[in-house]
């Protein structure tokens, strides 16, 4: 589910980028017919000037915008760099929109702003939001982690000394046995005289030898059933482990997918801030091609000036030569 939420996540990214690169280029052309359009109408000298620094400007704001943006690759500020990040963040975006506002037309503008902000933005806030999540995931699984390790650790030190309390209770059961039997030779060296007591010594013997060998038969069984649920413990534990390994390999393959495709929406990126190059250079042709233009229709109307000031000269002559003709 995780991965396939970053996949959808990454998808959602690259459909942004290419949406404000379309919105982008449509802007580009929109300029170059309002261009071309002021360009055939009367009084194109001073017209075409206004628009062609529109361009300009939004260009230049789509560049500063994107300089300017965070990139989701680099390392992690400190808090405090994050902090000052966040306090300056309004006042860029709050001059670079006076800045676009205050150079172009309303509809322009908003075209600008509308392409600038919003993929980056929507991209930004996404990827902060997916990383918060995928860490405090982590944090939490750790901690779980981390506490049933301690509880493993403190049941087997519970049956650890359970089982030391054993062996010692036999220890002592032995000794007794011992005593018991030194107890008997003694009492054997006094037959002739106490066999009566030397017969329930033995059969006092005998009962305490099946009693201790029923209660040793119990402890064996005890401690062997301890020793089982010890073994059972340690094979619960080593497959939580394998299962938290496997966990955190499929962690680790995810985040490498999530930073394949931020390389993939960085290089998508570039390719689109280097289309929009192309594009201000192009506008930039177009300003000088205007330019010469403009030059080429004031020097023809210089000419047609220059021509119709002969024409009058000329004129004038023709009447001057006709009024004595008109006399004769």
Avoid: C
Wanted: hydrophobic share 40%; no cysteine; charged share 25%.
């Amino acid at each position: 589910m995780a991965s396939g939420s970053s996949a959808e996540h990454s998808v959602m990214s690259t459909g942004a980028v290419n949406a404000g690169a379309a919105e982008t280029e449509a802007a580009v052309k929109r300029t170059n017919l309002a261009i071309t359009n002021q360009a055939l109408m009367p009084g194109a000298e001073q017209r075409p000037s206004m628009a062609l620094t529109a361009t300009s400007t939004t260009s230049g704001t789509v560049t500063a915008a994107n300089v300017n943006l965070p990139s989701s690759t680099a390392p992690a500020p400190t808090q405090t760099g994050t902090h000052e990040a966040e306090e300056a963040w309004p006042f860029v975006t709050r001059a670079l929109m006076v800045a676009v506002m205050g150079s172009q037309a309303p509809g322009t503008a908003a075209v600008t702003l509308l392409t600038v902000f919003r993929p980056f933005v929507d991209g930004w806030a996404a990827a902060r939001k997916e990383s918060k999540r995928w860490k405090e995931r982590a944090e939490a699984y750790l901690a779980e982690h981390h506490k049933h390790k301690t509880e493993l650790a403190h049941q087997h030190e519970t049956v650890h000394a359970q089982t030391q309390a054993l062996q010692r209770s036999l220890a002592e059961s032995k000794a007794q046995l011992r005593e018991l039997q030194s107890h008997h030779s003694t009492l054997g060296s006094s037959v002739s005289s106490l066999e009566k007591k030397l017969a329930e010594a033995e059969a006092t013997a005998l009962a305490a030898k099946q009693a201790h060998a029923l209660e040793v038969q119990e402890r064996k069984k005890q401690a062997e059933a301890m020793s089982k649920s010890a073994q059972e413990a340690k094979a619960a534990y080593e497959k939580l482990s394998q299962e938290a390994d496997k966990r955190a390999k499929a962690q680790d393959l995810a985040i490498s997918s999530l930073r394949d495709k931020v390389k993939e929406n960085e290089a998508a990126k570039a390719k689109l801030e280097e289309q929009l190059g192309s594009r201000t250079a192009k506008n930039a042709s177009l300003e000088e091609a205007l330019a010469q233009k403009t030059q080429e229709v004031t020097t023809l109307e210089n000419r047609v000036t220059e021509l119709n000031t002969r024409n009058q000269a000329l004129e004038q002559q023709v009447l001057a030569y006709q009024r004595p003709t008109g006399r004769y």
